[in-house]
């Protein structure tokens, strides 16, 4: 995957784009002294504003319209330089502050390695598409593969090239009994294949019901999108809140596929790109299993 196109869709380019909107509101503070403060002020809003849009994350909410409104009113105010409004001008620009830190802040919910609960059981249910059941070139081994060989866990792959959300809803009928530990890698296709929000919300609705409670822990990889179909993203984050899927940032999915050597063909892994997502799945879940270990050999009373 091309670094440009990963920057974007990793998400990065939204944390950039609020550190301009920082600097533009710093740099406002002194718009009326020079003429280089006035450039440099419009040049960081309109940079902070397009690497935002620009970026997969799903942020057109009422907040995001709120700050866009916020920022426009402290730019006028700007423009118009009276100061009888003095006071005004500061009221927006520590609020247009103030609004880009919750941005940031709200966002970066969804950038670092999510904790999972202690683990009782080491068995892996993988459903997914080609990233994680391989396209069979010669010697291929597949992370779920390689992760099944370590012996650190007991892996069943459910995973089928090409399968969509849509598509794997008969395999997630397979997953049986209590407490199962469901990673979820879809939805790829569906970004892929433009299957309409709707469908796309319907199908996901019904993988995360007829996998959600019993006691289990289900994970998925968030879904790294184009600039402007941040749709799929914001419908699968809502999801995951109501069932309560832990999303593994798409960040780290990015990073796989964007790294030198980690694909096949640009898109599909490498046997380098296995190794690195079954290196990143162990690290999501080694300390969850160790705790869920210590747990099961503690007696209730906390003595031995």
């Known amino acids: ?37 006035k450039y440099l002020t ?10 935002i849009v620009s970026s997969s994350s799903p942020v057109y909410g009422p907040f995001f319209r709120f700050s866009v409104m916020v920022f426009m009113v402290l730019f006028v105010l700007l423009q118009i330089g009276s100061p009888t409004l003095r006071f005004g001008t500061l009221f927006f ?33 993988v459903l997914g598409d080609s990233i994680s059941a391989g396209i069979g070139f010669k010697g291929e081994k597949t992370w779920t593969e390689l992760l099944q060989e370590s012996g650190k866990l007991k892996v069943v792959s459910l995973a089928v090239g090409g399968a969509t959300v849509g598509a794997s ?12 530990l469901v990673l979820i890698e879809l939805g790829g296709n569906d970004v892929l294949r433009s299957t309409p929000y709707g469908d796309f919300e319907r199908d996901l609705e019904k993988l995360f019901k007829e996998l959600s409670g019993r006691k289990r822990v289900l994970l998925m990889f968030e879904l790294p999108t184009p600039p402007l179909r941040t749709a799929y993203c914001s419908i699968q984050r809502s999801l995951a809140r109501k069932y309560g899927v832990i999303l593994v940032p798409r960040r780290f999915f990015v990073g796989i596929l964007s ?11 490498s046997n380098q790109g296995h190794e690195r997502l079954a290196s990143l799945v162990w690290a999501l879940l080694a300390p969850s299993l160790s705790a869920g270990e210590k747990e099961s050999t503690t007696p209730l009373d906390g003595r031995l």
């Not at 809803?169 to 199962?180: F, N, P, T, V, Y």
């Open 1 to 37: 995957m091309n670094p440009f196109v990963a920057y974007f869709i990793s998400g990065q380019s939204f944390f950039t784009g609020q550190l301009c909107l920082l600097l533009a509101v710093a740099a406002s503070f002194a718009y009326a002294r020079r003429p280089f403060y």
């Open 42 to 51: 419009r040049a960081l809003l309109l940079l902070g504003i397009l690497l």
């Open 93 to 125: 620009q520590c609020l247009a502050f103030a609004c880009s830190l919750y941005m940031a802040n709200d966002e970066y919910r969804y950038w670092n390695l999510p904790s999972v609960p202690p683990l009782k059981q080491s068995r892996l249910f």
């Open 169 to 180: 809803l008969d395999r997630a009928e397979l997953i049986s009994g209590e407490g199962a």
């Open 259 to 269: 790294g030198a050597g980690n694909t096949f063909d640009g898109l599909h892994l």
